[in-house]
């Protein structure tokens, strides 16, 4: 069963900084997964990362994963008010099997972006 | 394009209570569900999950339990709740790469 940890797990921010977080997983893991969730609201999906050394970027946001290292991270660049939320890693909580909504989460990241 | 409905929004349930939340898919056949459980708004919990009608696995034991009764629908149920059931309960969907939320029950059990 697959381990996901998170950190930090409070950051706060400037607007204008960068900052990355960091999600390392217990064992191997072809896939991993970023959501965001704004207070009292559902998950949204931000990336989906699914082979050694994939990246992609959404705006302000970069993800990417090292399968060997065990470890995806979220870079955060010019940090805007906006980006305030918390955000989860996630990734498949069994290996293998076809079931592919089985996931396990971290803790989550609360990020404040102020002034 | 596939939607995916949850109802109640909010509830608040005393102790000892029956508890049904329903979940509905739009727009796809024969979806893999989910039911996921976040605690104080921290990481989530897989509970259930099901990969067709009638066909349900329990993650963790507890005092909840689900059913299937059609093809895109999932119903999360209980007999008796207990305090510690509080929580906000997502259910959600799956393709290959994604897993799709909705938009969740915020549960109180007082």
């Known amino acids: 069963e697959l381990k996901v940890e998170q950190n930090p797990l409070f950051l706060s921010m400037q607007e204008g900084k960068n900052y990355t977080i960091y999600c390392n997983y217990s064992?191997?893991?072809?896939?991993l997964y970023w959501y965001r969730q704004d207070p009292g609201k559902s998950l949204e999906s931000l990336f989906v990362?699914?082979?050694?050394?994939a990246v992609k970027q959404e705006g302000r946001l970069m993800a990417s994963l090292d399968t060997k290292a065990r470890l995806s991270t979220l870079h955060i660049t010019a940090a805007v008010h906006d980006l305030s939320a918390t955000y989860f890693c996630?990734?498949?909580?069994?290996?293998?099997?076809?079931?592919?909504?089985?996931?396990?989460f971290g803790q989550g990241t609360i990020l404040t972006v102020h002034p | 394009s596939q939607t995916i409905h949850q109802w109640p929004a909010t509830l608040v349930q005393p102790v000892g209570s029956p508890l049904s939340l329903e979940c509905t898919v739009e727009?796809?056949?024969?979806?893999?569900l989910y039911w996921y459980r976040q605690a104080a708004g921290r990481g989530l919990q897989l509970l259930f999950y099901?990969?067709?009608?009638?066909?349900i696995s329990s993650e963790v034991p507890q005092n909840l339990s689900a059913s299937r009764p059609q093809d895109r629908q999932f119903i999360l149920s209980s007999k008796k709740l207990l305090l510690s059931d509080s929580g906000f309960y997502l259910c959600?969907?799956?393709?290959?790469?994604?897993?799709?939320f909705g938009s969740g029950t915020q549960l109180s059990v007082l």
């Open positions: 959600a969907w799956s393709t290959y790469e994604k897993l799709f």
């Open positions: 064992t191997t893991s072809d896939r």
């Open positions: 990362l699914l082979s050694n050394g």
């Open positions: 996630a990734g498949p909580l069994y290996a293998g099997g076809t079931s592919y909504g089985k996931l396990t």
């Open positions: 727009g796809t056949s024969n979806p893999n």
């Open positions: 099901s990969v067709g009608i009638g066909q």
